[in-house]
C-alpha cells in the first residue's frame, strides 16, 4: 500500500515537472512573441525552422548560433541578421525590434529586454501613461463620434427616403414636359420647313432677277458697241453733217433696236411682276399691297416702248433734241463746251453723262441704260415684318423655353439617381458628407477632398484636380479619386484617402510620396463604428491590466 502511494506520488511529480519543463521552454525564451509561442513549444524532440529547411534539437534555440537560414533558431540573440526580436513592454506598446538590435548596449524596449538584465531601466509605466491619455482621449471622441454617427444613419435613411420620393415626381414631371417639348419641337420644325421652301424659292427668284441684270447688262454693252462701230463708220464733213448723220444713225439704230429693246424690258417686267404677285400672295388676305415704285418704273417703261410714247424720264426729251436736229440753235454749242459733261436726263436723283467729245446716245440706249440701272437698283425681295414672322419667333422660343425646362429635370433625375446608386458604406452613414468638401492648408497648397465627387489642389487662383470620384478600397477604409489632370511627362494624379473614426471631419496627412500620387487621412464621425469603439475599448482594457501586471511584478 504505501509502494502504491510513492508510486503515484512520483507519477504526479513527473507530470507536473515536465508542464513545469515545457513552461519554461516557452517562459524563458528570450525575445519570442506571444503569437509564435506554440512554435517553439515541446512538439517532439526538436525544433523546425519556420521555412522548414532544417530541424534542431530545442537546446539550440537561442545558443547565440544561426542554424536557421530565415533566423528563427535565434530569436533572442544577434547572431541572425534577420532575426526579429519581440519586446512584451508591459504597461506600454509591444514593440519588434531587429535582431542585431539586441545586446548592443543600447536600450531598444522600455522593459530593457533587449539588453542584459541590469543595463536598462523599465520605463514602460512613464511612457504608457502618455499612451493611455492619448487613447482615452480617442476612446472619448469615438464615443462622441458615435453618437454623432448615430444621426448621420437617421439623416441618411430620411434622405434616401426623400430622394426616392423626389425622383418619382421628378419622372412625372419629366414624362410630362417631354410631350411638350416633342409638340413644341414639331411646331418649330413645322416652321423651319416653310421657312426653308420660302428661302429656296427666294433664293431662286434672286437667281432669276440676278441673270435678268446679267442679261441686260450685256446687251446694253453689245448695242452701245454696235451704235459706235456704226458711227466709226461716218466719215465727217462739218458740224452739221455730222450732227445729222449722227442723228440719222441713232434714228436708224432706234428703229431697228426698238422692238428688242422692248423684248428685254417686258421681260425684266414680267419678272419683276411675279416678284410683286409672290409678295401680294404671302400677306395676309384683305391687305392693300402698295407697288414699288422700281417696279412701276419698270412696268411704265415697257408701256412706254410698246406704245411708241417717250419715257417718263425727266428732261429727256430736251436733251434728245439738241442731239439729234441738225442746224439748231448754235447758241447753245459753246455752252455745252464750256462743261465737262452735259446731263441729258435724270430719275430719282440719276443723271445720264454725255461727254462732249462723245456722240450723243439715242433715244432707245438712253431707255437701255434706263432700265439697267433701274434692275441693278432693285433690292432682292425679302418678307416684311408681319404678325406671322411674330407668329414663327414666337413658336421657336416657345420650343427652347420648353426644352430647357426639359434638360433640367434630365439634369435633376440624373443627380438623384446617382445619389441612390452610391455606395455610402454601413447603413448610409456617409451620407451627409455628399456635396461637402473637406479642407487642409498644407504648405502653399490647399487641399479639398468632396467625398463621392472629387479632389483638387488649389494654389492661390490656381486649381489642379487630384481625381474623380471611383469608389471604395480596403474594405470600405479607404476613398480612391483618380484619372486627375495629367502631370508633365507622368501619369494623371490621382489620390486615396483613408477614413478614421474622429468626433467631426478633417483632413490630414497629406503627402506625395509618389510623383503625382497623392494619400491622406480624413477623419469623420462615420467612421466610428460599433467595431472601432469596441477596438478601442479593449486597448484601453489591455492597458489597464498591462498595468497591473507590471505593478505586481
Given amino acids: 500500500m504505501v ?56 537546446k539550440r534555440i537561442n545558443d547565440n548560433y544561426c542554424d536557421c537560414i530565415d533566423g528563427s ?35 531598444d ?14 520605463t514602460c509605466l512613464e511612457a504608457g501613461a502618455a499612451a493611455r491619455a492619448e487613447l482615452k482621449a480617442r476612446t472619448a471622441a469615438a464615443v462622441a463620434g458615435a453618437r454623432v454617427r448615430d444621426g448621420y444613419i437617421k439623416r441618411a435613411k430620411i434622405a434616401r427616403a426623400e430622394w426616392d420620393a423626389h425622383l418619382k415626381r421628378v419622372d412625372m414631371k419629366h414624362a410630362e414636359q417631354k410631350k411638350k417639348a416633342d409638340a413644341a419641337k414639331a411646331k418649330k420644325e413645322a416652321v423651319e420647313a416653310a421657312e426653308k421652301q420660302e428661302r429656296e424659292v427666294r433664293e431662286a427668284r434672286e437667281k432669276v432677277e440676278r441673270e435678268e441684270r446679267e442679261k441686260a447688262q450685256k446687251e446694253a454693252e453689245a448695242a452701245k458697241q454696235l451704235e459706235e462701230s456704226k458711227l466709226s463708220k461716218v466719215e465727217p464733213q462739218d458740224s452739221d453733217s455730222v450732227t445729222s448723220v449722227a442723228s440719222s ?39 392693300a399691297q402698295e407697288l414699288d415704285p422700281d417696279e412701276e418704273a419698270k412696268q411704265r417703261l415697257a408701256q412706254w416702248v410698246h ?56 433715244w432707245w440706249s438712253k431707255g437701255k441704260a434706263w432700265v439697267l440701272s433701274k434692275l441693278q437698283r432693285a433690292p432682292s425681295s425679302s418678307p416684311p415684318e408681319d404678325a406671322e414672322t411674330a407668329a414663327r419667333t414666337a413658336i421657336k422660343a416657345a420650343f427652347t423655353k420648353e426644352q430647357n425646362k426639359l434638360t433640367e429635370l434630365e439634369r435633376e433625375k440624373q443627380e438623384l439617381e446617382r445619389k441612390l446608386g452610391l455606395d455610402l458604406g454601413p447603413e448610409g452613414a456617409f ?97 466610428c463604428t460599433p467595431a472601432v469603439l469596441s477596438a478601442l475599448q479593449g486597448d484601453i482594457t489591455r492597458g489597464e491590466q498591462d498595468v497591473l501586471d507590471h505593478t505586481e511584478l
Avoid at 524596449?109 to 523599465?122: A, N, R, S, V, W
Fill in 73 to 107: 533558431d535565434e530569436p533572442g540573440s544577434s547572431a541572425c541578421w534577420n532575426g526579429r526580436f519581440y519586446c512584451r513592454n508591459r504597461g506600454y506598446e509591444p514593440k519588434v525590434v531587429n535582431s542585431s538590435m539586441v545586446d548592443d548596449g543600447i536600450c
Fill in 431 to 527: 451620407m451627409p458628407l455628399i456635396d461637402r468638401c473637406i479642407e487642409a492648408n498644407v504648405d502653399k497648397y490647399t487641399y479639398s477632398v468632396c467625398p463621392f465627387k472629387d479632389a483638387h489642389q488649389k494654389d492661390g487662383g490656381a486649381q489642379t484636380k487630384l481625381g474623380g470620384w471611383s469608389g471604395w478600397e480596403s474594405n470600405g477604409s479607404v476613398m480612391s479619386f483618380t484619372n486627375g489632370q495629367g502631370c508633365w511627362n507622368g501619369p494623371a494624379r490621382s489620390i486615396t484617402v483613408t477614413v478614421v473614426c474622429g468626433q467631426d471631419e478633417a483632413l490630414m496627412n497629406v503627402l506625395e510620396p509618389n510623383r503625382c500620387e497623392y494619400i491622406a487621412t480624413m477623419t469623420t464621425p462615420a467612421a
Fill in 3 to 58: 509502494g502504491r502511494t510513492l508510486w503515484v506520488a512520483g507519477l504526479v511529480l513527473l507530470l507536473c515537472t515536465q508542464q513545469l519543463s515545457a513552461s519554461a521552454v516557452t517562459g524563458t525564451l528570450r525575445g519570442v512573441d506571444p503569437a509564435l509561442a506554440e512554435r517553439y513549444t515541446s512538439k517532439g524532440s526538436s525544433f523546425k525552422c519556420f521555412d522548414g529547411s532544417k530541424s534542431m534539437p530545442h
Fill in 249 to 287: 444713225g441713232a434714228d436708224q439704230a432706234g428703229a431697228v433696236d426698238t422692238q428688242n429693246l422692248a423684248d428685254e424690258v417686258a421681260a425684266a417686267s414680267k419678272a419683276a411682276n411675279e416678284v410683286a404677285q409672290q409678295q401680294q400672295q404671302e400677306q395676309a388676305a384683305g391687305q
Fill in 307 to 362: 406704245s411708241s410714247d417717250e419715257p417718263p424720264v425727266e428732261g429727256a426729251g430736251e436733251g434728245a433734241e439738241e442731239a439729234t436736229t441738225a442746224g439748231g440753235d448754235e447758241s447753245a454749242a459753246p455752252e455745252a463746251q464750256d462743261d465737262d459733261v452735259e446731263y441729258v436726263g435724270e430719275e430719282d436723283g440719276e443723271e445720264i453723262l454725255i461727254h462732249p467729245n462723245e456722240p450723243a446716245p439715242s
Fill in 109 to 122: 524596449c522600455c522593459d530593457g529586454t533587449d539588453e542584459q538584465p541590469g543595463k536598462c531601466m523599465d
